[in-house]
């Protein structure tokens, strides 16, 4: 596997794929958060090692972002790189094998795998954001996780060297993959499917699974969907709802009256700081009432 490519970099026009001062909340579900120092919108392998490079060289710290629905950005912003992958979206199908680069929605990765008569994902239909995002969280629904799929990720250490880890070396578990505790960014995604040729019921399935999503209210108010993991052997949203959080608000951060686990931007103007101060509210309600801590799911991006 190729490592080096030290002359791809040099011919790569950084400041073709570099934005300076962007907003940050019109590219996340919750739709708060401050401005990212640098964007990087790599679109290939090659300009993604530039970004690394140039962040290598000039010191910067560096933040990975895919479809901004599992995290709350800062009302301070991200300093040093925050490297977009919603360009790297290119896929291809090889036998059972889908090849996702990292930035491609799980949504159209489910409809390309249906469109190639191979199943396995639909139960995972609706699911917001990225293929990439999706494995280092080890995203599931309805009983079905990411991880019964992923036959190998390739990925890029910080020095631009490019790797390769199995699904036996990923240490996948609930919402945990190695990617979780590691600072690689992925890059491709292969997933071994199932062959189907009955492609309108795989269609049907995914359908009934967006519309659950819809059901629940996922989608009636800006939202990263859950805040926190279920602890074991329990429902975190039946917690809050048991500790008679329902009604509980922050600024303009509310909990979802459909969906407890749910913290939503009901005014459409709350800040990141309003959901954050929610979330601890509810997890001291929480530990306080029923004896259980909540760990959050929602992961936390730039100076807090």
């Not at 590219?27 to 401005?35: A, F, V």
């Not at 359908?207 to 805040?227: H, I, L, N, T």
């Not at 459909?258 to 913290?263: G, P, S």
Request: charged share 20%; net charge neutral.
């Amino acid at each position: 596997m190729d490592t080096t490519i030290r002359n791809e970099v040099e011919k790569i026009n950084i400041d073709a794929i570099l934005i300076r001062d962007v907003p940050l909340a019109p590219l996340c579900s919750y739709r708060t958060g401050g401005d990212a120092d640098l964007l990087g919108t790599p679109s290939n392998l090659s300009e993604l090692r530039a970004l690394l490079a140039y962040a290598s060289e000039h010191g910067l710290s560096i933040t990975v972002l895919g479809g901004g629905t599992n995290v709350l950005v800062s009302d301070r912003g991200v300093r040093g790189l925050t490297i977009l992958t919603t360009r790297l979206h290119q896929v291809h199908v090889r036998g059972t094998l889908l090849c996702a680069q990292a930035g491609l929605s799980v949504d159209k990765t489910i409809q390309i795998a249906i469109e190639h008569s191979l199943c396995g994902l639909e139960l995972l239909g609706g699911l917001p954001g990225t293929i990439g995002g999706a494995v280092r969280g080890n995203a599931g629904a309805n009983g079905v996780w990411l991880s019964d799929f992923v036959e190998w990720v390739d990925y890029i250490d910080m020095d631009g060297t490019l790797g390769r880890v199995f699904r036996s070396e990923m240490d996948f578990s609930y919402k945990h993959s190695c990617f979780s505790s590691n600072n690689y960014v992925i890059y491709e995604v292969v997933l071994r499917l199932i062959p189907n040729k009955e492609t309108s019921e795989a269609m049907r399935m995914r359908e009934q699974s967006r519309r659950k999503r819809f059901v629940a209210g996922q989608f009636d108010y800006p939202s990263a969907g859950c805040m926190f993991k279920n602890p074991e052997g329990y429902s975190a949203g039946k917690l809050i709802d048991q500790a008679k959080l329902n009604t509980l608000t922050v600024g303009g951060a509310a909990v979802s009256h459909k969906h407890a686990n749910f913290i939503i931007n009901r005014s459409g103007d709350a800040t990141s700081m309003d959901m954050y101060r929610l979330s601890q509210q509810i997890a001291e309600h929480v530990e306080k009432s029923e004896h259980i801590k909540l760990e959050r799911e929602v992961q936390l991006i730039g100076q807090w």
